[in-house]
């Protein structure tokens, strides 16, 4: 059963079940993930990160600001309160390098449009893992950066820097222009 909260999103979302059965876990032998959750969605969250081979080490609590540099007290979100903060779940998983006490477990942030986490996320990540691999999943325009792999349905094309990724994206690009044309030419006949 879906989790009705109320108001109209613009993007589509996913069944529990559905976030459950993501690979996640064959993507890294050892790293960290960060797991953005709203408050309904802890214990799933957490569920998840231990689905993928990740033990929960930190959780990050954004507090959410206007503009006037004060607490969100109003909002979209909450059955019964108002939510003011959101919460990232930090899992580990194997034995990688890592930078430790770089950073506080708190960011006050402004809220911007729906969905859009802060910033200052990557400004930690980067920090606690500055030699590691990056991977943003759901991404959109905003989240692209230097150095990351940014997947998402919401981007504007593809936007790869990395010599090795932008070369095996554009051979399976090639492959799958070929796999489609084949297809057409199977369905014309």
């Not at 993007?11 to 064959?26: F, I, L, Q």
């Not at 942030?109 to 729906?114: G, I, L």
């Not at 910033?119 to 590691?132: M, Q, S, T």
Request: with cysteine; hydrophobic share 35%.
């Amino acid at each position: 059963m879906g989790w009705d909260i109320h108001m109209e999103l613009p993007y589509g979302t996913m069944r529990d079940d559905e976030m459950r059965a993501m690979p996640v876990g064959s993507l890294s032998d050892a790293g960290l993930i960060f797991l953005w959750v709203t408050g309904r969605a802890m214990e799933l969250g957490r569920e998840c990160l231990e689905l993928w081979g990740y033990k929960i080490m930190e959780e990050i609590v954004w507090v959410k600001i206007n503009q006037l540099q004060r607490i969100i007290r109003t909002g979209r979100t909450g059955h019964w309160l108002n939510h003011s903060k959101e919460h990232c779940l930090v899992g580990l998983k194997g034995s990688p390098p890592l930078n430790r006490g770089v950073d506080c477990d708190v960011i006050v942030s402004e809220v911007r449009e729906t969905s859009r986490k802060p910033d200052e996320i990557y400004g930690i990540i980067e920090r606690c893992c500055p030699d590691g691999r990056k991977l943003e999943i759901f991404g959109r325009n905003h989240n692209i950066h230097d150095g990351w792999l940014v997947l998402g349905n919401q981007l504007d094309g593809v936007h790869l820097t990395e010599p090795p990724l932008l070369e095996a994206y554009n051979k399976w690009a090639a492959a799958e222009r070929s796999r489609r044309d084949a297809q057409a030419g199977e369905k014309q006949s």
